[in-house]
């Protein structure tokens, strides 16, 4: 009996010369699919099988002897219909195309790849596939027995294949990275290069390893969209069977901190009233996301170290482990390296999960990326509103003019905000230059209301959120003369006009050098930036 709950399943050529052996002692010869379905420890419940090129009298013959060596096994089969088994550009994308209607059910089913029948194309296309994960399958190949009693039933084993490469394979495949980079992106044709640089390498990343990722950024830079995409790829190419779980950390406190990442049982604290599964838990098999990691407290930050390089820890008041095997993702616009000086972060917690980082920047440097992620938000906004929104030239052109000046402090959150108010408001759902007037004179008063955050962000980034209402106003405007001053000294010379009156031999250059020292900077690094 078989012990696994879960199906195997196996899939695999007809062979048109081996498999189709008429020879009235046929079940002692040995025959690559027969063979496959009697090897009992493989536990096959179902044969997947591919014809090529066959007459209907060879089919039913292979079906007969399958169901007589192996009568509990369900066979199916499909037509794939090759003009020249030999053309690697036709095999692979008959096979991709099989691949990719194919229902894989990771969460019950096994799988195989049978490479002793088909052409050595089929099977260096079968490798592709199954290294580029479009086929989630082990690979196992059958042979002749040595012995004279196991000859009909061969010996079977695990393989690996030394490929070749071909262009027109190479050219498909770069075909599917795009694909897979545009998903990263959400559809947008972005024009930033170094964001699509990076964009390039998570995926390499994502595809290949299940190492912690660690999106840093600004508030609104997208590091909570990106991380949804990073899953949607992986679930795509069948390297999680799990679901997403969203955590914010910014959100969690003490007790409920530590019940709500890894569950309690009834009586665990005041409130827990029964028992509770934590999100490490749901997580199993699936891809945890942590956004704003840098909040967590220390004993939460220990108990997740555990977690992630154990793949277990122990819910609060329990007395057993839980064991969850999860893929994490993690979130943060805080300067974790410095939170880590100052006794806020774990300094082994960052190694792990600081393996693979990646630095989303604000809208304010992808400033060639703002005209398609408009066109993104206008169709996002006319899903949302339920009707078409459209944008008149001149509308667009002022639109976009006032966004390449504009701070976007909340980055691409400010702009799909702005975006939505003009397509709520457009008559007829058409934005006119009217509505764009509108918006900007509301970003313009909202602007002048509040303290100016654009210098500070650019020069400190994460480090801004750390400084207090009244420093970050008076470094405000000193960064802003900074930006127009030929020099240090003339910088100087502006910022302390009126003290000077009173002493002649004031050091300008020395008291503003004295300030910017106290926020980590200087000269180089403000103008630098």
Known sequence: ???????????????????????????????????????????????????TNADDDLVDTVLADLHHVAPRLEVRTHALVLADPWDFEEVYARLFDFARSYPFDLEREDYLVHLTTGSHVAQICWFLLTESRHVPARLVQTAPGRDSDDKARGSVSIVDLDLARYDALASRFRTERVRGQDLLKDGIVTRNAAFNAMIAEIEEVALAS????????????GKSQLARRIFALKKARHLVKGALVDVNCATLRGDLARSALFG??????TGAVSDRRGVLEDAHEGVLFLDEIGELGLEEQAMLLVAIEEKRFVPVGASREVTSDFTLLAGTNRDLPAAVREGRFREDLLARIDLWSFALPPLRERLEDLE?????????????????????????????????????PANFRDLAGAVLRMATLAE????????????????????ASTPSTGHVDRVLGARARELDRFD??????VLSVCAEASSLSDAGRTLFSESRKEKSSTNDADRLRKYLARFGLDWASVRAR
Do not use: C, Y
């Open 372 to 408: 398609p992620n408009l066109d993104f938000e206008l169709e996002r906004a006319a899903r949302l509103l339920g009707r078409q929104v459209t944008m008149n030239q001149e509308a667009r052109r002022a639109f976009l003019r006032f966004g390449r000046g504009h701070a976007w």
């Open 264 to 269: 309690h049982k009834k009586g665990a604290f």
């Open 428 to 447: 007829g759902g058409r934005i006119a230059p009217r509505d764009v007037d509108k918006e900007i004179a509301a970003r313009t008063r909202s602007a």
């Open 210 to 221: 299940r190492a912690p990722i660690l999106l840093t950024g600004p508030t609104g830079a």
């Open 472 to 477: 970050r106003v008076q470094l405000e405007d």
């Open 1 to 51: 009996m078989k012990k696994n709950p879960r199906k195997t399943v196996a899939l695999g050529f007809l062979g048109t010369t081996l498999d189709g052996i008429k020879h009235a002692r046929r079940f002692e010869r040995w025959r690559p699919t027969l063979g496959l379905a009697m090897h009992e420890e493989l536990g096959l419940d179902r044969l997947e099988l591919l014809v």
